[in-house]
């Protein structure tokens, strides 16, 4: 299965993966796949470990137990050559964008390709003002990063993200504190990034309803496992009483709204 | 690209600047008409005592430092301290019936080894040895002996009021 | 007790450790941040030039401070004519590379500091790990670079300040002989004296450069995170500043 060829369906395999950070359970046994071309959720209620699974894919941390493989490597047996050749195919969108401070817009996104390239400034140029025509900033390469708003900043580093058109195109929380035209933009975004370029594409989010627009395939994390996995439809209409409550927001279900505490009464008596 | 250029001058002055300052360190507070390692030749005087004498000191005629005190090492066969002198090469024509001892600058300032011009009409040549040599003034020493001779003068004294 | 004791002794080992690391890890990637000298002059920039303005006006002060002090002790022996050496000692050897350190881990260090807590906070460095860029070629290593080449710069700059400043108050206005003033300073300091000084400012270079960038980089992503790393670049730079002073005094003495 390892030696398997490259064009074996899934780009991302999590296999049987235990994780653990000081005493507390992140994973216990998370199995998922990821399919080539495709665009996947992660959601799950907050503290579930979906950006610990970021963490997990881009070889940030390394699984107590299991397998994290990306086309077909274990990630976590890499050496560190290995992990940022493999890293140069991926690209991440982060939560607040993680623009360089220091650089304007152009030079952020000229970063990845002067890093690793000896490209000609001429075609440099022609690179990112491609890469900033298509989330509609190229008007704006000459702004430093404080000089953006929320949204703009993330189109950016999207923008940023893709400029070396990568296999493997991760977003982290990628509507989180957006209004809603912002949100659109980026929504409009992913899916015509992902067809385009046809990269696969995970994100991770838990705006159940924007996810339900454009991902292919859904997973809903809890206790360290898959709960529930499928379309974002088949997982609207699933029953069972987690994945009902988490995409309908119902505030008591089998995640509790109280933190566990002691008898109530008992507590105001005492 | 202007302002990187900016940064670079500013950076470049300032770089400057410093260097500037390392050199008016070195070259106006400090003394530097000598350093030891020049072109020159050494010489050897052995001592009793050498006081507090460091390598590095000078070594003067008439008050002209002409070298610096090298090493300072014991000779374990004569019981004597052996000091080795670098003698700028232009001071060649030093008489070999010279004259070394060890002295001290102002009262309580570090010690030089002031060289003496003999009457010889051969001069010392590389390792030559100083043959008289006086000794560091210990101040202790000093303090013992007229301490001492002031108690014997005191005890005579006694005496005579005895008679 | 005795266990809080020996808990405090291993963190401070683990500390040591961890930081020695960091320092082996950093230098691994100097030979490569030299390979693009516009991001360590810009760092020269950041640490030195930046810093001038402090540098002199203190070191100016402080020469001036040793001019009045000094005077009026040493008059109390009736030997103001060695001012000049005897200020001059003390900024090369002692006052400069100790006062310039301090100085330096107030201006440069906790702004070195801040950033790179920063970059850790607003994912920036993490960014970089994923875009396959080690963020110590290219934002630890210029930075610590930069500090190391700026403080034996600004060292010597505060000690030609210094004595300048010594020189105006002893000379200008108290009326110690120009001629006695240069001549007693020159009988007395060395050049390896001035080496001693420059030896300090690279060593002190060295561990405040260290200490900010280590504090920054180890910071948690927070704003009070960025603000403790702050705090203790300055108290950690300050105490390791006067150990080292110690120690190196005790060893070229």
């Known amino acids: 299965m390892l030696n398997s060829s490259p064009t074996t369906p899934n780009l991302v395999e999590i296999r049987d993966v235990y994780y653990s950070v000081g005493g507390r359970d992140i994973f216990k046994g998370l199995t998922l796949n990821v399919p080539r071309g495709?665009?996947?959720?992660?959601?799950?209620?907050?503290?579930?470990?979906?950006?610990?699974?970021?963490?997990?894919?881009?070889?940030?941390?390394?699984?107590?137990r299991g397998q994290v493989l990306v086309d077909d490597q274990d990630v976590s047996k890499l050496s560190r050559r290995a992990l940022y050749a493999l890293r140069q195919r991926m690209g991440m969108l982060f939560q607040n964008g993680a623009l360089l401070t220091d650089m304007s817009v152009f030079e952020n996104v000229a970063f990845p390709v002067r890093e690793h390239t000896d490209l000609p400034e001429s075609l440099i140029r022609n690179l990112v003002l491609t890469k900033l025509q298509a989330v509609g900033l190229r008007g704006a390469y000459k702004l430093m990063p404080h000089e953006l708003s929320g949204g703009m900043a993330r189109r950016v580093a999207l923008a940023r993200a893709m400029v070396r058109d990568p296999h493997l195109l991760i977003y982290d929380e990628?509507?989180?504190g957006l209004d809603p035209i912002s949100m659109g933009v980026i929504l409009r975004l992913l899916r015509n990034v992902n067809d385009a370029l046809a990269i696969t594409s995970i994100v991770v989010s838990h705006d159940?309803?924007?996810?339900?627009?454009?991902?292919?395939?859904?997973?809903?994390?809890?206790?360290?496992?898959?709960?529930?996995?499928?379309?974002?439809?088949?997982?609207k209409e699933d029953q069972s009483g987690l994945v009902r409550q988490f995409m309908n927001g119902l505030p008591d279900g089998p995640v509790p709204f109280h933190y566990p505490a002691d008898d109530y009464f008992k507590e105001l008596l005492a | 690209m202007q302002q990187s250029r900016t940064t670079e001058i500013v950076t470049g002055a300032f770089v400057l600047f410093g260097f500037a300052a390392l050199f008016f360190l070195v070259t106006q507070i400090t003394n530097k008409e000598f350093t030891a390692g020049g072109a020159g030749y050494s010489l050897l005087a052995n001592f009793e005592n050498i006081g507090s004498l460091k390598v590095g000191a000078p070594v003067s005629m008439s008050g002209v430092t002409v070298g610096r005190v090298e090493s300072i090492s014991y000779d374990m066969q004569?019981?004597?301290?052996?000091?080795?002198?670098?003698?700028?090469?232009?001071?060649?024509?030093?008489?070999?019936?010279?004259?070394?001892?060890?002295?001290?600058?102002?009262?309580?300032?570090?010690?030089?080894?002031?060289?003496?011009?003999?009457?010889?009409?051969?001069?010392?040549?590389?390792?030559?040895?100083?043959?008289?040599?006086?000794?560091?003034?210990?101040?202790?020493?000093?303090?013992?002996?007229?301490?001492?001779?002031?108690?014997?003068?005191?005890?005579?004294?006694?005496?005579?009021?005895?008679? | 007790?005795?266990?809080?004791?020996?808990?405090?002794?291993?963190?401070?080992?683990?500390?040591?450790?961890?930081?020695?690391?960091?320092?082996?890890?950093?230098?691994?990637?100097?030979?490569?941040?030299?390979?693009?000298?516009?991001?360590?002059?810009?760092?020269?920039?950041?640490?030195?030039?930046?810093?001038?303005?402090?540098?002199?006006?203190?070191?100016?002060?402080?020469?001036?401070?040793?001019?009045?002090?000094?005077?009026?002790?040493?008059?109390?022996?009736?030997?103001?004519?060695?001012?000049?050496?005897?200020?001059?000692?003390?900024?090369v050897k002692e006052l400069g590379p100790v006062v310039a350190a301090l100085l330096f881990a107030g201006r440069a260090g906790t702004a070195l500091a801040s950033e790179i807590g920063l970059m850790r906070a607003t994912d920036q460095l993490v960014a970089m790990e994923i875009m396959a860029v080690d963020p110590f070629r290219h934002v630890v290593a210029p930075r610590f670079l930069g500090g190391v080449i700026a403080l034996p710069l600004l060292t010597m700059i505060f000690i030609a300040i210094g004595i300048f400043g010594v020189q105006l108050v002893g000379v200008q206005q108290l009326g110690v002989d120009q001629g006695t003033f240069w001549s007693q300073m020159r009988g007395s300091v060395e050049v390896d004296d001035v080496m001693q000084g420059l030896i300090k400012g690279c060593v002190f270079g060295v561990a405040c450069s260290l200490i900010a960038v280590y504090e920054g980089y180890v910071a948690e992503p927070t704003a009070e995170g960025v603000g403790r790393a702050t705090t203790r670049t300055v108290v950690n730079s300050a105490v390791m500043t006067l150990i080292l002073d110690y120690m190196i005094t005790a060893v070229m003495l």
């Open chain 1, 174 to 176: 990628p509507f989180a």
């Open chain 2, 78 to 163: 004569q019981y004597k301290a052996v000091v080795s002198m670098h003698i700028d090469a232009k001071y060649n024509r030093i008489p070999d019936d010279s004259d070394a001892s060890i002295m001290t600058a102002g009262l309580l300032g570090g010690q030089y080894i002031g060289v003496t011009a003999g009457g010889s009409d051969q001069y010392f040549k590389e390792g030559g040895k100083f043959a008289i040599v006086q000794d560091a003034l210990v101040l202790e020493n000093l303090i013992n002996q007229l301490v001492a001779s002031f108690a014997g003068k005191k005890s005579d004294s006694a005496e005579e009021t005895k008679k």
């Open chain 1, 208 to 235: 159940v309803d924007e996810i339900a627009q454009v991902a292919d395939l859904s997973y809903i994390l809890a206790g360290g496992k898959v709960v529930a996995s499928g379309t974002p439809k088949a997982l």
């Open chain 3, 1 to 91: 007790m005795f266990k809080a004791l020996t808990k405090l002794l291993g963190n401070a080992v683990a500390a040591f450790g961890a930081i020695t690391w960091f320092l082996l890890r950093i230098l691994s990637q100097v030979p490569r941040a030299l390979l693009r000298p516009g991001l360590v002059i810009h760092q020269i920039h950041n640490a030195g030039a930046l810093s001038l303005v402090i540098i002199m006006t203190c070191g100016l002060f402080v020469g001036m401070v040793l001019g009045l002090q000094g005077y009026d002790m040493l008059e109390r022996f009736g030997s103001e004519s060695s001012l000049g050496s005897a200020a001059a000692l003390a900024l």
């Open chain 1, 38 to 64: 495709k665009i996947t959720a992660i959601m799950g209620p907050s503290g579930t470990g979906k950006t610990t699974l970021l963490r997990l894919i881009t070889g940030q941390i390394r699984p107590t």
